[in-house]
Nanobody, 127 residues
Framework: QVQLVESGGGLVQAGGSLRLSCAASGLAFSNYDMAWFRQVPGKEREFRAAISWSGGTTYYAESVKGRFTIYRDNAKNTVYLQMNNLKPEDTAVYYC????????????????????WGQGTQVTVSS
């Protein structure tokens, strides 16, 4: 049974930082590309960042470039999202997703590209 479990969300002031973690189990993690999405109530899930199975390739949404960093530790079956200089508009539920590696990670901007989703973790940025 595949599980993706996010942690690290919380309440932070604008300009602050958070690091999200996603622990994967039940899959061969090093064969999977991973990504982070977010969702606010009433809106569709929105791509934030993706990373290839090896960690050698990353891809970011324009709005987070220079502020967010995605990285992974295959020995720990964990992917991270370091979020710096947070803004109130970053407030959302953040989801970890994974897919068996197949083609460019940029394709993960489409939700249908993902095979597995976590339950999400709430990030709230106060002004």
């Amino acid at each position: 049974q595949v599980q993706l479990v996010e942690s690290g969300g919380g309440l932070v002031q604008a300009g602050g930082s958070l690091r999200l973690s996603c622990a994967a189990s039940g899959l061969a993690f090093s064969n999977y590309d991973m990504a982070w999405f977010r969702q606010v109530p009433g809106k569709e899930r929105e791509f934030r960042a993706a990373i290839s199975w090896s960690g050698g390739t990353t891809y970011y949404a324009e709005s987070v470039k220079g502020r967010f960093t995605i990285y992974r530790d295959n020995a720990k079956n964990t992917v991270y999202l370091q979020m710096n200089n947070l803004k109130p508009e970053d407030t959302a539920v953040y989801y970890c997703v994974g897919r068996i590696s197949r083609g460019p990670v940029e394709r993960m901007i489409r939700t249908y590209e993902s095979d597995y989703w976590g339950q999400g973790t709430q990030v709230t940025v106060s002004s």
